[in-house]
């Protein structure tokens, strides 16, 4: 069933979440027709999307969105953008006395930018060291009108940005609206001296001139909505902009009550130029960021490939599929971007989506707002197979890894669970079998891809509630989304029955099929108390006494412990999976 377009305004507040927020929309951007002949895909773009004009007349697509940062964090990207551009000032000079002009030159750019800039003037890319990607079929919804999208995806450039990529507007590929952008000049991106590193720094910011300026933002942007279902907000974890996005979303829920405020707390696996005081930083940060975030939020749902969020984490998280360095945040951020393509599509769909509210109140019951996610990236399903062999193949293994530090619980025990498979276009859903034949598994007779993906989760989490959301259209990849994936991966993202041969050139992954799922459960209140149980035994007058000094107080910071406490303990239960009630653990106590 058709639905009226819901918008929905997104905030980005931190350096790691505009990493993570660049490639969610470049990927987003990918999927933008422009071709009014295309039949219209899965996805309703103008959920997130706001169409506009320039000054010359040209119709513009740009992100609902506001993305804050620190000083210094731009580098090339010019902060009110160059869409509406104007042009120089040409007004007269006035003054009459001599003039000096000191000129710094702007810091260059990447191969990537330099190309963009190119295809903004209309000019054709050279074709030289580009892989023309000749044998690749055209998604549906996929442009066919030449524009950069079209010219982009038609020849893919072998970009190598590692090496490169400093900020995240170094691989930004869409243009924004001038009030997108919004700087925080008291505190700086580099160097020792005013840096943005705790979580009071960030409650104590939204006042005066950025609180003024974050207001008439969302003004603009919440004012030209017809159906507003909410605010999707991506928030740095581990830094001072935890304390600023808690007072954000503070703002939010006062503001506009009754609207969705889903919250992901986005960390990387590790920051440049650590110390151990830095790292005791980002774990406190972490905390204190976990309970605000989840108190003002519809729901709280951190997204990092970090082995946990204690000073000596595990491992980080890897993926079979994927030869990605975890520790390089252009490589961490596209894998959790990609994960959230799926995460956030259940209300950007443009049939049967379902509102924001309905998905927090789906997964954060009693009281519950913290929850988990898992990812397979990409979903191993082979080239011409079905769903229920890619499901069987997984054996007696969920296909899924963390993507919360939260790994699952034993048992099977789920409160409630919302997966999303997306990108499974052009395979079958179900098996073919011919009249008479007897199904290789139980899989294999069900008569739906619901059904079969149902029956497949619910083996492993029975009596546990669920709900599914099936799409078709993959995550569409095009430059400069790194290239991290395993040669056993063909053009579509699909696993090949023989892996390109040995000094062969990998194909260029074009597309990639996902599968998601967002759980509340008892792993969450393991993970939860070991949160509370790490910062409980930290003397932090004694260890990090400057943490403090611009908030929160040590009666405040006490009573968030306490809550923090309560939380966790909504997500105990019993040998038999019910929840406990507080008077019984009470009485434990």
Not at 114 to 125: A, F, M, P, V, Y
Not at 211 to 235: K, S, T
Not at 261 to 280: E, F, Q, R, Y
Request: one cysteine or more; proline letters at 7%; a negative charge.
């Amino acid at each position: 069933m058709s639905n009226p377009c819901r918008e929905v305004v997104t905030l980005q507040l931190g350096h790691y979440s505009n990493f993570v927020g660049t490639h969610w929309w470049n990927l987003q951007d990918a999927s933008l027709s422009y071709d009014p002949e295309t039949p219209p895909g899965d996805v309703q773009s103008d959920v997130v999307f706001r169409e506009g004009q320039t000054l010359g007349g040209h119709v513009t697509h740009t992100p609902r969105l506001i993305a804050m940062d620190l000083k210094g964090s731009l580098r090339t990207l010019r902060q009110e953008g160059s869409l509406y551009d104007p042009g120089k000032d040409t007004s007269a000079v006035t003054w009459e006395g001599n003039l000096m002009m000191h000129k710094e030159s702007p810091p260059a750019k990447n191969p990537f930018l330099e190309d963009l800039d190119k295809l903004d003037r209309g000019e054709i890319l050279d074709n030289l060291d580009f892989y023309i990607n000749s044998q690749q079929p055209q998604c549906s919804g996929a442009v066919s009108v030449d524009t950069v999208n079209s010219q982009l995806d038609r020849i893919q450039k072998g970009y190598r940005l590692e090496g490169s990529v400093r900020v995240w507007s170094d691989f930004l590929r869409i243009h924004l609206h001038p009030r997108t952008i919004a700087v925080i000049h008291q505190y700086n991106h580099d160097g020792e001296a005013h840096r943005l590193e705790a979580f009071g720094q960030g409650e104590a910011l939204l006042q005066g001139s950025v609180l003024e300026e974050l207001e008439d933002r969302l003004h603009f942007f919440v004012e030209e909505c017809d159906y507003l279902q909410g605010f999707q907000v991506f928030c740095d974890l581990a830094d001072g902009f935890a304390g600023l996005g808690s007072k954000v979303t503070e703002m939010l829920q006062d503001s506009y009550g009754g609207r969705g405020i889903l919250t992901w707390g986005l960390a990387p696996v590790s920051h440049p130029n650590s110390t151990p005081m830095k790292d005791i930083y980002h774990q406190l940060n972490c905390t204190l960021g976990t309970i605000h975030l989840a108190n003002n939020s519809s729901f709280f749902c951190p997204l990092t490939l970090r082995g946990g969020f204690g000073r000596r984490p595990s491992s980080p998280t890897t993926f079979p599929y994927l030869t990605c360095d975890p520790s390089l945040w252009y490589h961490s951020s596209s894998v959790l971007a990609l994960a959230l393509d799926a995460l956030t599509l259940p209300y950007r769909l443009r049939n049967n989506s379902v509102p924001m509210w309905q998905v927090a109140d789906t997964l954060a019951v009693s009281g519950r707002k913290v929850v988990a996610a898992y990812g397979a990236l990409p979903f191993p399903m082979m080239h011409g197979s079905s769903l229920p062999d890619a499901l069987s193949a997984c054996a007696d293994m969920l296909p899924w890894k963390p993507l919360s530090a939260c790994s699952e619980a034993e048992g099977g025990r789920c409160y409630s669970q919302w997966a999303t498979l997306k990108g499974f276009e052009g395979q079958k859903l179900i098996s073919s079998l011919a009249p008479g034949t007897k199904p290789t598994t139980p899989l294999h007779s069900l008569h739906s891809g619901e059904d079969v993906l149902a029956a497949y989760i619910n083996s492993f989490y029975p009596a546990s509630p669920l709900t599914l959301q099936l799409a078709s259209t993959p995550s569409k990849l095009t430059p400069p989304f790194p290239q991290i994936f395993s040669r056993s991966l063909d053009a579509q993202g699909f696993l090949q029955s023989q892996p390109a041969p040995p000094g062969s050139p990998a194909p260029v992954v074009s597309s990639v099929p996902v599968l998601t799922s967002l759980q509340s459960g008892p792993a969450l209140g393991q993970w939860l108390s070991e949160l509370h149980r790490v910062a409980s035994t930290f003397d932090i007058r004694r260890l990090a006494p400057s943490f403090l000094s611009q908030g929160p107080e040590m009666a405040d910071y006490k009573e968030t412990l306490e809550q923090l406490r309560l939380m966790a303990r909504c997500y105990r239960d019993d040998s038999n999976g019910m929840v406990r009630s507080s008077s019984e653990e009470d009485d434990d106590d």
